[in-house]
């Protein structure tokens, strides 16, 4: 079954610590895989998709086929990536697969 | 470019009653869908529609139903509502079939069911 695993549903760091958000996958064929985030009182939105291996204000994520993996990385927390992080599978049909979400927290 | 809009932005109703909630999608997207989102389950998936035919379903009873107009705007109706209906309710449109697969949402319907 498709499935995708966020399996902490609080993480709490300190500002200026590193921070991995972690992400498991579950699928047959090849996953297009996206993080989302919503900032407090703000609408969700894309953060990163795997496909553009880009880095969005300091995040990364990379694909781990061997692993079923696309955690979410940042080397050094700022206060304001306190936020919901969600990790979103698409599948063929198009239809978004979502983990339950991590609510990161970043301690001044 | 308009993002995603969502009418009302709250709501209260009594356990028993109906609901339609609303959503403009962004001009040019053909696929909207619709999520649940509570403190306790997170993102539930409701269903998604494109050029006006349900293509996917969620897990949700059928007091859920919902449809698409011929300019893409969608509704979302709950009947006989029940206290824990009480959620946010979020639609997102996209471009599908183009590569661009990014979902852009509304700011969500806070829907309270007292």
């Known amino acids: 079954a498709q499935r995708v695993t966020q399996p902490e549903k609080l993480l709490s760091v300190f500002k200026g610590a590193p921070v991995e958000l972690k992400c498991n996958y579950s699928?047959?064929?090849?996953?297009?895989l996206f993080w989302y985030v919503q900032y407090s009182r703000q609408r969700l939105q894309l953060l990163l998709r795997?496909?553009?291996?880009?880095s969005i204000k300091g995040f990364t994520a990379d694909l781990n086929k061997g692993e079923t993996s696309f955690h979410l990385k940042k080397p050094f927390a700022q206060e304001e990536d306190s936020a919901m992080y969600y990790c979103a599978l698409r599948d063929s049909n198009y239809q978004l697969i979502w983990g339950a979400g991590t609510k990161l927290i970043i301690k001044p | 470019k308009a993002g995603v809009t969502q009418t009302p932005r709250y709501l209260i109703k009594t356990r028993g009653q109906q609901v339609t909630l609303s959503c403009s999608p962004i001009s040019g997207h053909r696929s909207v869908s619709w999520y649940q989102q509570t403190p306790g389950q997170g993102l539930q998936f409701l269903f998604e529609y494109f050029s006006e035919t349900q293509r996917n379903k969620g897990n949700f009873p059928g007091r859920f139903s919902g449809r698409q107009f011929s300019n893409s705007r969608s509704e979302m109706n709950v009947s006989t509502l029940e206290l824990g209906d009480s959620a946010l309710y979020l639609c997102?449109?996209?471009?599908?079939?183009?590569?661009?697969?990014?979902?852009?949402f509304g700011q969500g319907t806070r829907l309270t069911v007292v």
């Open positions: 795997h496909i553009s291996r880009e």
């Open positions: 699928y047959s064929g090849s996953p297009e």
């Open positions: 997102a449109s996209s471009l599908v079939g183009t590569g661009n697969t990014e979902a852009f």
